[in-house]
Nanobody, 125 residues
Framework: QVQLVESGGGLVQAGGSLRLSCAGSGRTFSNYAMGWFRQAPGKEREVVAA????????YYADSVKGRFTISRDNAKSTVYLQMNSLKPEDSAVYHCAADKRNPDTWYAARSADYWGQGTHITVSS
């Protein structure tokens, strides 16, 4: 089992920044590719960003490229999502996820071995 706990969400004005953290515990954190997903009311879950086991490969949704940065610190069993230039359409519940499948493709299925409970982000205009 892997337990994931997100933090760092909240209310921010458009153009502002937030940094999400996801702390993992349980199994060896570096064995898992990690990702951030979000789901807004009435919309399907979508992948925001993903990172491979050691952080060498990353993926970003087109909607966040150039604004968001995913990173990980395996020594701290933590993955981060730095979000800059936030827009109202970024408002959603953000979940981190861990998975042992192919680190370059697992997130496309929008499923994962383990999920965090989610953290709310509201971006006001």
């Amino acid at each position: 089992q892997v337990q994931l706990v997100e933090s760092g969400g909240g209310l921010v004005q458009a153009g502002g920044s937030l940094r999400l953290s996801c702390a993992g515990s349980g199994r060896t954190f570096s064995n898992y590719a990690m990702g951030w997903f979000r789901q807004a009311p009435g919309k399907e879950r979508e992948v925001v960003a993903a990172i491979s086991w050691l952080g060498g490969n990353t993926y970003y949704a087109d909607s966040v490229k150039g604004r968001f940065t995913i990173s990980r610190d395996n020594a701290k069993s933590t993955v981060y999502l730095q979000m800059n230039s936030l827009k109202p359409e970024d408002s959603a519940v953000y979940h981190c996820a861990a998975d042992k499948r192919n680190p370059d493709t697992w997130y496309a299925a929008r499923s994962a071995d383990y999920w965090g409970q989610g953290t709310h982000i509201t971006v006001s205009s």
